[in-house]
């Protein structure tokens, strides 16, 4: 079927040499949809083994009596690696299943309010002991139609971003408020900030401005590849503003479609 190519670019190799690169369009969306499949059904195969050996350590663990500190730490290590893979499985599993983008869009609403209220009060208990200031500023319409799952979990990796970032005893404070272009979400801290080159990229899936810094902070390069498909889902648009030095702000905007009203106030 011609209209299934496409000419993709011509390239000039020498003089009056010209190389005519053609895609098939079907072909690249089929092997893009491979990758996908293949990256779930991994990430699910996975699974198992890794549920039973973290069940194994935890038995080892509990059995250990701390007569053998050397044993106790490479236990303590394993069970740290393991949870690690777990988290990046959940990632992969979540970010593909996102991507896949046939997953009926339900006709949920989610309470951004009491969401974000949740996700504040983790923060706190989480961070207690680098003494972070979490502010939550909330005001307007805070019922947004949509998947309550995706953007609450959307929501704390920006959090839990800005949480991991900034360094002690920073400030780190979310807002939301709705005006007539629809409702806003964002995260502001006054942490590292990231240089403006990496900016464009940092939605990439394992993107990372530092991935020396990151193998001691966590993380798993996947939270804002998340963020974005969910946005993307919700018709909304995610914008980073960041001051080297300074702070970094993470804004979500949603159009005003989307905002849901509170049953009782028509
Ligand atoms: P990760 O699991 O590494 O945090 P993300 O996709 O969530 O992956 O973020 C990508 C990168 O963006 C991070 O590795 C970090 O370098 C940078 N980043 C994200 N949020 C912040 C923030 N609030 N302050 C500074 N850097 C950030």
Redesign the pocket.
């Known amino acids: 079927d011609e209209s299934h190519w496409l000419h993709y670019s011509i390239t000039r190799y020498g003089p009056g040499d010209r190389l005519m690169v053609v895609r098939d369009v079907t072909r690249l969306q089929h092997l893009e949809q491979m990758r996908r499949d293949f990256v779930a059904n991994v990430s699910h195969e996975l699974r198992t083994p890794l549920t039973v050996l973290v069940g194994y350590l935890e038995t080892l663990l509990d059995a250990d009596d701390g007569s053998q500190p050397r044993r106790q730490r490479a236990l303590q290590q394993m069970q740290q690696q393991a949870e690690r893979m777990q988290e990046l499985l959940r990632d992969l599993l979540l970010l593909s299943r996102l991507e896949s983008g046939n997953e009926t869009q339900q006709q949920e609403v989610f309470d951004v309010s009491s969401g974000l209220q949740g996700l504040a009060q983790d923060a706190r208990a989480l961070s207690a002991e680098r003494g972070h200031q979490i502010d939550l500023k909330i005001s307007g319409n805070t019922l947004l139609h949509g998947s309550q799952a995706e953007l609450q979990s959307a929501f704390s990796?920006l959090l839990f971003?800005?949480v991991?970032?900034?360094q002690n005893g920073g400030r780190i404070e979310m807002r939301w408020w709705q005006d007539e272009q629809g409702g806003h979400f964002e995260v502001s801290?006054n942490?590292?900030?990231?240089e403006e080159r990496h900016l464009p990229r940092?939605t990439e899936r394992f993107?990372?401005?530092?991935p020396s810094r990151?193998s001691a902070t966590g993380?798993?390069?996947?939270?804002?590849?998340i963020v974005k498909h969910v946005l993307l889902r919700h018709d909304g648009n995610l914008e980073i503003h960041?001051t080297l030095g300074k702070g970094?702000r993470?804004s979500c905007h949603f159009p005003a479609q989307r905002l849901a009203q509170a049953p009782g106030t028509y």
């Open positions: 990796n971003n800005a991991k970032y900034t801290d942490g590292p900030g990231i940092l993107y990372r401005v530092d990151n993380g798993t390069g996947l939270g804002l590849a960041s970094s993470f």
